[in-house]
């Protein structure tokens, strides 16, 4: 079975510090991996995903993530935080061989709330 | 393109009722996905529907169940509410050869 941990449910950070965002993944096959945001009252829109080829994908708002085999680790960065980020994130992994019951969903982990001080 | 949109978008029932929410996808896809949000559980699959059929379900009872029109636009009703049935019930459509979700805004939905 997929799961998936993110590791801390809160994050703080000052505006124009780093913010980093860690996810964590069991899978025997390297899933297709995503991270969303959900703004309050919201529903979630898609930041970044990877599915194949480099390993270090950019989304949108300024975000990027590295998918690390070895680790089995999809950590989201972004190089320098704006109080628009605060919201919370979710980090999601769909198999990347369908097996009848793991068709066409979404494996999701707890989420990280992120908090942007002034 | 439009979003996807999800009707209606808060709702109040009462213990008993029973609840249907609508989804319209995205234009041209055809795969709808249907996900509970709770602060307890988190993010949980209920099921997927592709071209009006269900592809796949998740662990929830009898009481959940969906269907999908031949526009892809779905439905998802859920009997006899109880009140741990309140949550923020949330969308996702995409296509048939893709992995990734797009999401609607979600219906919040509280049982008393």
């Known amino acids: 079975a997929q799961s998936v941990t993110q590791l801390g449910s809160h994050v703080s950070v000052s505006e124009g510090a780093l913010v980093l965002l860690r996810c964590n993944y069991s899978s025997s096959v390297p899933p297709y991996l995503f991270w969303y945001v959900q703004y309050p009252n919201q529903g979630l829109q898609l930041l970044l995903k990877?599915?194949?080829?480099?390993?270090l994908v950019k989304g949108i708002n300024g975000f990027e993530a590295e998918f690390k085999k070895s680790e089995t680790s999809f950590h989201l960065t972004k190089p320098s935080a704006h109080m628009s980020d605060a919201a919370e994130y979710f980090c999601a992994v769909s198999p990347a061989f369908d097996r009848g019951s793991t068709l066409g969903r979404l494996y999701f982990g707890r989420g990280t709330q992120l908090t942007v001080w002034p | 393109k439009a979003g996807v949109t999800q009707t209606p978008r808060y709702l109040i029932k009462t213990r008993g009722q029973q609840v249907t929410l609508s989804c319209s996808p995205i234009?041209?896809?055809?795969?709808v996905s249907w996900y509970q949000q709770t602060p307890g559980q988190g993010l949980q699959f209920l099921f997927e529907?592709?071209?009006?059929?269900?592809?796949n379900k998740g662990n929830f009872p009898g009481r959940f169940s969906g269907r999908q029109f031949s526009n892809s636009r779905s439905e998802m009703n859920v009997s006899t509410l109880e009140l741990g049935d309140s949550a923020l019930y949330l969308c996702?459509?995409?296509?048939?050869?893709?992995?990734?979700?797009?999401f609607g805004p979600g219906t919040r939905l509280t049982v008393t």
């Open positions: 990877y599915t194949t080829g480099a390993t």
């Open positions: 996702a459509s995409k296509t048939g050869g893709s992995y990734e979700q797009y």
């Open positions: 234009s041209g896809h055809r795969s």
């Open positions: 529907y592709f071209s009006e059929t269900q592809r």
